[in-house]
């Protein structure tokens, strides 16, 4: 991805001569806002992702605020898969990791933008785990379970993950839930366990209302 940032913005600075069209490294954030009025958001952001990255690698300064920056702009201009792809390929560099950890630099997700589809709980999942992304993982493995007749072992597994309050978010948001025997013959779960367990607790609800609603039809 980085490798697409550098290819555009050399085509950017070719077009328009290099003239108040380039992000440099010694004031870029001040050059990032200017390159958003000249070239427009995305351009500028793309810019920036590969200012970021020759900054970490040659250890340069501002490094937090360009971060900052480009994130602030994703939000704001609906680019969040921009960023967040990029966020993910640049946390694997032990600088961008410190500084996303501690400054709570995170990917962005749904609630501060319609551009992203990813809900809170991946966001905080991502900075808390290293960046991998739980989701994806959840389904592949599921996908998995399905095809290769392990619905006991994803199922075991998906039980006790699910006390964690970020996986609970993710498969109630997601709607991933527990294989049952129309999915898999290597399941004994009826559909309707595999249901419950995931809306059991809205289920009950809404049975204790259908109940006092009763009650009250009867007195």
Do not use: W
């Amino acid at each position: 991805r980085t490798r697409s940032c550098a290819v555009l913005s050399s085509g950017i600075n070719a077009e328009y001569g290099g003239m108040e069209t380039t992000i440099g490294t010694a004031s870029p954030v001040q050059n990032f806002l200017a390159v958003i009025n000249k070239l427009g958001p995305k351009p500028a952001c793309l810019q920036l992702c590969e200012v970021i990255t020759s900054l970490v690698r040659h250890g340069g300064e501002n490094v937090k605020e360009c971060l900052i920056s480009l994130r602030e702009c994703a939000v704001r201009e609906g680019l969040a898969v921009l960023f967040n792809d990029y966020l993910k390929e640049a946390f694997t560099h032990v600088t961008i990791k410190a500084i996303c950890l501690e400054d709570k630099i995170s990917l962005i997700h749904r609630d501060e933008s319609s551009s992203s589809t990813l809900a809170p709980g991946e966001a905080e999942f991502f900075l808390r785990h290293g960046g991998e992304n739980v989701k994806e993982c959840l389904i592949s493995l599921r996908e998995c379970a399905v095809r290769e007749g392990l619905a006991v072992l994803f199922n075991d597994y998906l039980k006790e993950a699910f006390t964690h309050v970020t996986i609970k978010a993710i498969c109630l948001e997601d709607k991933i839930s527990l294989i049952h025997r129309d999915e898999s013959s290597s399941s004994t779960l009826a559909p309707g366990e595999a249901e419950f367990f995931l809306n059991g607790d809205k289920i009950c609800a809404e049975l204790e209302e259908d109940d006092d609603d009763d009650l009250l039809d009867m007195l």
